[in-house]
């Protein structure tokens, strides 16, 4: 069985060229617990380097500072629900 710990370490350093169909499913697992963890770590540098953030928070777009106060930006227009696993083509407006 593959850790997809040392899966990920691997991936980082390079060491690993080659996955197997197991350790590539694993690999991808991780890209959204990634994207998470980089988009908060973003958010968290943008704020300790005195800059603000803007954020949307319930359907709003707020811009956040360094001291936690927000200020309303605009209304956000209602999400549109995707199913998981579903493709979303763009028309090219021709």
């Known amino acids: 069985m593959v850790d997809i710990y040392v899966v990920a370490q691997e991936l980082s350093m390079g060491k ?3 996955l197997d169909e197991r350790a590539m499913q694993l690999a991808e697992a991780l ?9 908060r770590r973003a958010r968290d540098r943008a704020l300790t380097l005195g800059g ?3 954020e949307a928070i319930d359907g709003k777009l707020v811009e956040t500072s ?8 605009a209304n956000l227009p209602p999400a ?3 199913r998981p696993g579903s493709k979303r083509l763009r028309s090219r407006g021709d």
């Open 52 to 54: 603000t953030v803007l």
């Open 66 to 73: 360094v001291d936690a106060s927000q200020r309303f930006i």
């Open 16 to 18: 690993r060229k080659v």
């Open 31 to 39: 890209i959204p617990a990634l994207a998470e963890y980089a988009l």
């Open 80 to 82: 549109t629900p995707i």
